[in-house]
């Protein structure tokens, strides 16, 4: 079950309108005291944080350290090349092949019989 949307009447608007000035003058009399902000409100967008040129080339730096010592002593081109997956070799097929026509051979003998 719905419920009915309901619409302020125009006093409750001119109400609401009365108490944001209010909130609003508070907050600029809280500024003028203080000098400083309004605290921001719940869910506000935070500014992000960012790393320096500096901290980010000692991480880049870092980084390639990390690789260096994986690939150490194994230069690129000495890497064998890798295989790749879901594909036969040649002599792989004639294998299965050759005992897939064994197969059918042996069907067709028990076939003739």
Known sequence: ????????????????????EQIQALENELVSLTGAAPAAAPGASRKKSTRSAATRAKMAAAQKARWAKLNRGTPAAAKPARKRKGQLSPEGRARIVAAQKARWAKRKARKGK
């Open 1 to 20: 079950m719905t419920t009915p949307l309901t619409i302020p009447s125009v006093q409750q608007l001119r109400r609401a309108i009365a108490i944001k």
